[in-house]
């Protein structure tokens, strides 16, 4: 690929879901989108990219986009965050929000299902208390196979063995074959949908508590400080982010401020006490 299509497709990149390609990662780029080239009827990258811009085809632009997204992902992801949820959010919702009985959780980058399913396993342990409760998981993201397979929730035995406590394996999975099926009751406590995080996020409601991790680090500082404003919009004002553990909101942007309890978790700058009680302004 020559400088003057590397070019092209970065800035393809870079607009359409806002991932930051450098030139050291021309390699990957090529890799990954040489099977796209084959499955488009072109021979090479180059053919691939002189269609796209003799047609504007949306089909190669979302396979371009796709096939460069990682989309790495495991159960109980870091640990920490779940258990701040289920210790302290959930019973801290359950005493905020008695009278609405409502608690709304967004999942804005799911990939395979992994982390929202990880709530819903939480929020199943949780039913008796939850009881008489509407208990939404949104769980958000740009790529529509991925989110196909997501609500598919089926996973391979390298999937469940990442992550996956047992007790929860074997309460809530089916072994078929290769694969290991989510129960229907779990699988129905998540709303899956197509949601870029380019776009602003207001018509998908207020939220009590997002996670939006280990998705930031593929921008640039003015992207994730775009992504993360429009977010204030849409968290409830005591409510909390969660990030991925390599990614933070100081220097991107004021609005949102760590909190001191747990790394990785945000609330609104100056707002109200949030959910994890030791929040600092
Ligand atoms: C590495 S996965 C993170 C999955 C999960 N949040 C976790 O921490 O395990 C990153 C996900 O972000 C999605 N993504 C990338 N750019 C996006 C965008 N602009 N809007 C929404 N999702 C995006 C990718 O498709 C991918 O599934």
Not at 129 to 139: F, K, P, Y
Not at 147 to 176: C, I, N, S
Not at 196 to 201: F, H, V
Request: glycine content about 6%.
């Amino acid at each position: 690929m020559d400088p003057e299509q590397f070019e092209y497709v970065r800035s393809l990149l870079l607009e359409r879901s806002g991932l930051v390609v450098t030139p050291e990662k021309m390699y990957l780029l090529e890799t990954r989108l040489f099977p796209v080239a084959r499955r488009h009827g072109c021979k090479t990258i180059e053919d691939l990219i002189k269609r796209y811009r003799e047609h504007q085809s949306e089909a190669i632009a979302v396979d371009i986009s796709e096939a460069m997204n990682t989309h790495e992902s495991l159960f109980f992801r870091d640990n920490a965050p779940f258990e701040l949820f289920k210790k302290t959010i959930v019973p801290e919702l359950l005493k905020r929000r008695v009278n609405k009985k409502k608690i709304r959780v967004w999942c804005a980058a799911c990939s395979s299902g992994q982390e929202p399913y990880s709530l819903a396993m939480i929020l199943d342990d949780l039913s008796a208390e939850l009881a008489g409760w509407q208990v939404d998981i949104i769980a958000t993201d740009i790529s529509h196979s991925v989110l196909e397979r997501a609500a598919e929730g089926a996973f391979t035995q390298f999937e469940v063995q990442r992550g996956l406590p047992v007790q929860y394996l074997v309460k809530h999975f089916t072994q078929e074959h290769e694969t290991w099926r989510l129960s229907s009751r779990i699988r129905e406590r998540v709303k899956f949908q197509h949601f870029n995080l380019l776009s602003d996020p207001r018509a998908l409601g207020k939220f009590d508590v997002i996670f939006c991790r280990n998705v930031l680090i593929y921008f640039d500082l003015a992207t994730k400080g775009q992504v993360m404003d429009r977010m204030v919009n849409v968290l409830a004002g005591d409510g909390v982010l969660f990030l991925g553990s390599s990614e933070s909101t100081i220097g991107i942007t004021a609005k949102f401020w760590p909190v001191v309890a747990g790394r990785g978790v945000y609330k609104h700058t100056g707002g109200a006490p949030c959910l994890v009680e030791n929040g600092a302004p």
